[in-house]
């Protein structure tokens, strides 16, 4: 009995032990799945930032680029008809008057300003065109309207190039913009050609831009590098003073020191008097609205940004290197070309492209500094999204300057690595 007994409670242990161990398993993977749970919620407010102020506009940056709903949306009978048009014979009847109803509508719904507008980016003068059509149609109201109509109303439509602009922006989506921005556009014809040599104008822009973002990138890096190593190799009373110095002008707002610089490089300004004092010119030089303004300008703004990352890499840079190699009996400046500076690369790096990417995105230095000649592509950016409100255009040179970015940070990565920035 005892036996018996003895085996009934060691098969009850064995069975409270088993259930005990199905519920312990249940417990490590609820646990598990709460730990990333309250992870994912640690970084869900980072990633809607993101998500929020920085994938999304840039997302609709892009769409607004190949966006052309002005036509579609407005005129919709007319883009349908205009699908079918062959765009070389003349208009059909059908097209002339789907077109007529829809610019009395669009007239009466104020919308035809909207319409008139973007063919004006395509054909010079459609503006007026098309307004002008839609208010004489809106007064006569034609039940249909035929090609000798529109005549009428504006002898300009008897150019078949007018209704051809109308059929490229009969699409939702267009390349026009895109096309805009490396001065090309899509001919009558429908082939893709470059524009006229006088309305060339953004390609130009985008080379001046680089040019301007290379030499102050040079420029600040040859500038940063002295007061980088001075910061990394001196002592920490001096090093934290020089921080200081380095760090000030990120207490001042940037539009403010672009505007104290207009005040120092004019004719009568400081920096003028005090190179006449000085006896090294004779005569005031041109630096205000000009491109020696601009490079100045621009290497106050930009030397900080160079400094901190190089900063960075020459404080983990031990001075056993140097001390071994000139131990070995190599010149001081031969062990700093050899040793030291191969190991500066990743800083240079680092500096070098946040310095350009930095200067091919401002504009408020060169226009307030530079002159019509100095603009960068960022000015134009900034006066069609806000001035001429061609918001397609604005958002195609922002892709620009996107892809440009994106380009020179993929070969930044494949040169150096980003992991190659060692923060002390």
Not at 1 to 8: A, D, F, K
Not at 228 to 244: C, E
Not at 324 to 353: C, K, M, W
Request: hydrophobic letters at 50%; aromatic letters at 10%.
């Amino acid at each position: 009995m005892e036996q018996v007994s003895t085996n009934n409670n060691n098969q009850s242990e064995g069975l409270a032990q088993g259930e005990d161990e199905i519920p312990l398993k249940l417990k490590l993977k609820r646990a598990e799945r709460m730990r990333k749970y309250r992870a994912m919620a640690l970084i869900a407010p980072l990633f809607l930032f993101i998500l929020g102020v920085f994938a999304i506009p840039i997302a609709i940056m892009m769409w607004r680029a190949i966006d052309n709903p002005e036509v579609v949306d407005n005129l919709p009978q007319t883009a349908i008809e205009l699908s079918n048009w062959d765009g070389e014979s003349t208009p059909t009847t059908a097209l002339t008057t789907a077109f007529a109803s829809d610019l009395v509508k669009a007239y009466e719904d104020k919308t035809a300003s909207t319409v008139a507008k973007r063919l004006n980016y395509d054909v010079s003068g459609m503006r007026s065109l098309v307004t002008r059509t839609a208010r004489k149609f809106n007064s006569t109201q034609p039940a249909m309207a035929t090609m000798d109509d529109f005549i009428k109303a504006d002898k300009r439509w008897a150019d078949l190039r007018y209704w051809q602009a109308l059929k490229r922006a009969s699409s939702s989506l267009t390349p026009f913009y895109v096309l805009n921005a490396f001065d090309m556009k899509i001919n009558d014809e429908g082939q893709i050609t470059s524009v006229p040599e006088g309305q060339a104008i953004y390609t130009n822009i985008f080379w001046r831009t680089m040019w301007i973002a290379g030499v102050v990138t040079v420029g600040s890096l040859l500038i940063g590098f002295p007061i980088a190593y001075l910061l990394a190799n001196t002592s920490s009373k001096v090093s934290n003073l020089l921080m200081f110095c380095v760090l000030l002008p990120f207490w001042t707002s940037l539009l403010v020191r672009t505007s104290a610089w207009v005040v120092l490089l004019q004719k009568n300004g400081v920096v003028n008097s005090t190179l006449i004092n000085l006896g090294l010119i004779n005569e005031p030089m041109t630096l205000l609205f000009a491109r020696p303004g601009v490079y100045i300008a621009f290497l106050h703004l930009l030397v900080p940004f160079v400094v901190l990352p190089l900063y960075s890499v020459m404080t983990s840079i031990s001075p056993a290197y140097m001390r071994a190699a000139e131990s070995l009996g190599a010149h001081p400046a031969i062990a700093f070309v050899r040793v030291y500076l191969p190991q500066t690369l990743p800083g240079i790096g680092a500096g070098g492209i946040l310095a350009f990417i930095l200067a091919i995105g401002y504009y408020i230095t060169p226009a307030l500094i530079g002159g019509p000649q100095d603009q960068m592509l960022s000015y134009f950016i900034a006066n069609h999204a806000n001035s001429t409100l061609n918001w397609g255009l604005a958002s195609a040179l922002g892709m620009v300057l996107l892809v440009t970015t994106m380009i020179l940070f993929s070969i930044y990565n494949r040169l150096t690595g980003a992991s190659g920035v060692k923060m002390g």
